[in-house]
Every structure is written in structure tokens, then in C-alpha cells.
């Protein structure tokens, strides 16, 4: 029962979290510091009584610090980071939006228990587009310029002198942008087959400055066109993608004789029993009510699945006519592939 209500309250919580992001709430009591709640409610314009009851289940949850001796609220450096700071590596406040759409999804993945079908990407609630996003995008910034990239071989020196980029499930294009922004003189194109995704990539690019080496099409991982790319990246995607042997063949044929495909997938185990961690019931779970539907609403529906793990991806790619695969990089939440054709 310990470990239940412990759930529980991780589970209504996550709500309360949205709503302090959207509100500003974690960001304002970073800038002030020790505040008292009506300190922290007229800052923002907001009912005190509401925003007493907010942080009250901040502190028992953790999240913010309680001095009693002053009825004082606060945010350590290390909650910041978490919650407050969206330049943070480790900001991670936007995942409870995503997490909000398993909520509001679960009727159908119900029924989809019962009859083996699948729910696409793109028939989601739009809050899993938005907390992707920016759930995704600081990790994407702390690592794939400084490490990820650095890991191919040689392929920072020919993005530096001009290459270029297909990045193939590219969504919201937090990934395309960092890549076209960090190599100036190399060409970037991001394909995705929902077209409301690219619509935000666009206007993402456009708030970034719109860099002249960067655009977005809409297209389907196994129809992205063209056939002489240095590079070409997918991104936490092919394990949702319903053939992803067919979409691996077409990236292999869309590569220069010596480019490279990128692979970066969640992290995971080949074995079960060594993904039963924290780490592991994330992945399973938003698996079972993401990304194993959405393969299954696609032709062949093979369901990797978010914990596919090496050697299983690395199989992917053997199917897929690669001659040499290895693990590049990895980070406790990715795993980071080169494969060659």
C-alpha cells in the first residue's frame, strides 16, 4: 500500500505540474527565491488560495523546499534544473503533458487491447505534439552537437565543410534545428508524415531565425526522397514505425556509398529482467500506450517497441542490408547507432 499511494500521488501530481509550468509558477519562485505564497501569487496575478494549495503538494511532493520557522517556499538548484530552468539538460516539466495524453488516449488503447489494432501518431490528443517537443528538445541540446555527432566517424569534419542531412521522423523538428543551427555551412531537410508536425517545425524555425539552411517536408519514412545524403538521423522514431526493416532499407539507399545513419533510440537492455528499473517502467509504459500502437496502425505492425534494446535494433539493420552497425554513444535514456551501407 506504500508503494501504491507513493503512485497515486506521482499520478495526480503530474497534473499540478502542468499547470506550474503554464502558469510560470516554478520559474517566478526560482527568480524570487524563499516566498512565502501570497509572495508568490501576487507576483504572478494569481488567487492566493489556490497557489497555497499548489505549493503545499509541491513540497510534499518534493518538488520545492518548506521552511516552517518562516512559511517560506523555494526551489534548490537541483529543482530548478528539473523544473524551472528550460535551458536545463535535465528540464523535464514538459513530460507530464505528454504523459497527460496516455490519460486521455487510454479509452482507445483499450479497445485496441481487445482487438489487436493499432492508434496513430498523428490521432492523438495535440498535448503529446507539445510535450514531445520540449520534452525531448534539452536533451537533444546537450548531446547532439557536443557527443552524439562527434561519435560517427568523421562526421563532424564534413558537417563542418558541407554535407548533407536527412533527419527522418523529425516531428516538431527540435533535432533539425540544433543540427542546422550548430553546422551553418551544411544543408538540413526534416521528413514526417504528420503534417500538423511540420507545421510546428516550420513555425519552430522560423522563431529560431529562420536559418537558411533548413527545410521541412512532409513525408512518410519509407517515401523521404532523395539519394545523396552524408547523413541521415531518426530520431526516438523507428521503434514506432510499423516496418521499420523497409524504413531502414530506404534510409540505406537514400545514403551516399560512404555516408551514415544515425540511430538514436531510447535506452534499453536486450534482456528484460535488466530493464526492470525506473528507467525501464517509463519506456514499457509509454510503449504500451504510444508506441506499440502506433506501429500497429501501420503496414506490417512489427511493434519494436521503446525497449527494443541493441542487439535487436542491430538486427533491424542487418535485415536491412547495413554491412556495419555499432553502438556510437549512450546516455542512461539513448542509445546511439552508426550504421553504414
Not at 519552430?204 to 545524403?229: H, I, M, Q, S, W
Not at 551514415?260 to 528507467?279: H, W
Request: charged share 25%; net charge negative.
Amino acid at each position: 500500500m506504500h508503494k501504491m499511494v507513493e503512485d497515486m500521488g506521482a499520478a495526480v501530481s503530474g497534473s499540478l505540474i502542468i499547470t506550474g509550468t503554464k502558469l510560470g509558477l516554478y520559474r517566478k519562485l526560482a527568480e524570487l527565491g524563499p516566498a512565502t505564497s501570497d509572495d508568490l501569487a501576487s507576483s504572478l496575478g494569481l488567487d492566493r488560495r489556490y497557489v497555497r494549495e499548489w505549493l503545499s503538494a509541491q513540497a510534499a511532493s518534493g518538488f520545492v523546499d518548506y521552511d516552517a520557522a518562516g512559511d517560506l517556499f523555494s526551489l534548490n538548484p537541483e529543482q530548478s534544473m528539473a523544473l524551472a530552468n528550460e535551458d536545463s539538460p535535465v528540464y523535464v516539466a514538459p513530460a507530464f503533458e505528454l504523459i497527460a495524453a496516455t490519460y486521455i488516449d487510454e479509452p482507445r488503447i483499450t479497445e485496441a487491447f481487445r482487438t489487436g489494432g493499432g492508434v496513430g501518431w498523428h490521432e492523438h490528443h495535440e498535448c503529446l505534439f507539445r510535450g514531445t517537443e520540449k520534452f525531448f528538445r534539452p536533451g537533444y541540446r546537450a548531446n547532439l552537437v557536443a557527443a552524439w555527432l562527434p561519435a560517427l566517424d568523421g562526421m563532424v569534419e564534413r558537417l563542418e565543410h558541407g554535407a548533407s542531412v536527412a533527419d527522418i521522423g523529425c516531428g516538431a523538428g527540435a533535432s533539425t534545428i540544433i543540427m542546422a543551427e550548430a553546422f551553418p555551412n551544411s544543408r538540413f531537410v526534416g521528413f514526417d508524415y504528420h503534417e500538423k508536425s511540420i507545421d510546428r517545425a516550420r513555425e519552430a524555425a522560423r522563431e529560431a531565425g529562420d536559418p537558411p539552411n533548413l527545410r521541412f517536408e512532409v513525408a512518410t519514412a519509407k517515401a523521404a526522397p532523395g539519394g545523396d545524403y552524408d547523413l541521415v538521423c531518426c530520431f526516438d522514431c523507428l521503434h514506432d514505425m510499423g516496418d521499420p526493416v523497409g524504413a531502414a532499407r530506404h534510409v540505406r539507399e537514400m545514403l551516399k556509398a560512404d555516408g551514415a545513419f544515425m540511430l538514436v533510440e531510447p535506452f534499453a537492455n536486450d534482456r528484460l529482467v535488466d530493464n526492470l528499473n525506473p528507467v525501464g517502467r517509463l519506456y514499457y509504459s509509454a510503449s504500451t500506450m504510444i508506441c506499440t500502437p502506433g506501429s500497429r496502425a501501420q503496414e506490417v505492425g512489427l511493434a519494436l517497441g521503446a525497449q527494443a534494446g541493441e542487439a535487436r535494433l542491430a538486427d533491424v539493420l542487418d535485415q536491412a542490408g547495413f554491412r556495419s552497425v555499432r553502438r556510437a554513444a549512450a546516455t542512461p535514456f539513448n542509445l546511439v547507432i552508426e550504421a553504414r551501407p
